[in-house]
Antibody
């Protein structure tokens, strides 16, 4: 069974930093592209970042470029999102998502709240 | 930036057919996915590559994509199909989600 378990979300002050983690199981992590998608409270889905499997290409939404860094550790079956210079508008549930052309498995999410 | 527009809400009677549109410039030239999200839950993929259903998704879910519009159709809608639906595509290497549609089964 495919499982994606996120952690690391919490309340943080504006300008602060946070590192989200996602541990994957039930599939060969190294051969899949992985993504972060977020959803602000009561709002729609927003793609944040992707890390490809084959070429190690990395992509970011303009809204987080220069502030967030995606990384992965295939030996640990883990995906990460380092979030710096956090803003109130970064407040959201952050989902770890498997897939490249289709986001076929989603974690339960970890909540990040940016507030003073 | 590339935008995908969906109607905010649609309603349908049980057993009837409902279609949800997703509009974007030359969207038919790209692959589109659809996700269902119920309150308090993570999104679930219901259609990928325009018209393919993942394992476990009922046959009443179907998709199409042509021109500037992708469409998700739910035939014989059931109460359990109520929720928010999002389309999604790729603009180059940037992921783009639609604005979302709330489906209400009356």
């Amino acid at each position: 069974e495919v499982q994606l378990v996120e952690s690391g979300g919490r309340l943080v002050k504006p300008g602060g930093s946070l590192r989200l983690s996602c541990v994957a199981s039930g599939f060969t992590f190294s051969i899949y592209s992985m993504n972060w998608v977020r959803q602000a409270p009561g709002k729609g889905l927003e793609w944040v970042s992707s890390f490809s499997s084959t070429s190690s290409d990395i992509y970011y939404a303009d809204s987080v470029k220069g502030r967030f860094t995606i990384s992965r550790d295939n030996a640990q079956n883990s995906l990460y999102l380092q979030m710096n210079s956090l803003r109130a508008e970064d407040t959201a549930m952050y989902y770890c998502v498997r897939g490249e052309m289709s986001f076929d498995y989603w974690g339960q999410g970890t909540l990040v709240t940016v507030s003073s | 930036s590339y935008d995908l527009t969906q109607p905010p809400s649609v309603s349908v009677s049980p057993g009837q057919t409902v279609s949800i549109t997703c509009s974007g410039d030359k969207l038919g030239d790209k692959f589109t996915c659809w996700f269902q999200q119920k309150p308090g839950q993570s999104p679930v993929l219901v259609i990928y590559q325009d018209n393919k259903r993942p394992s476990g998704i009922p046959e009443r879910f179907s998709g199409s994509n042509s021109g500037n519009t992708a469409t998700l159709t739910i035939s014989g809608t059931q109460a359990m199909d109520e929720g928010d639906y999002y389309c999604q595509t790729w603009d180059g290497m940037t992921g783009v989600f639609g604005t979302g549609t709330k489906v209400t089964v009356l």
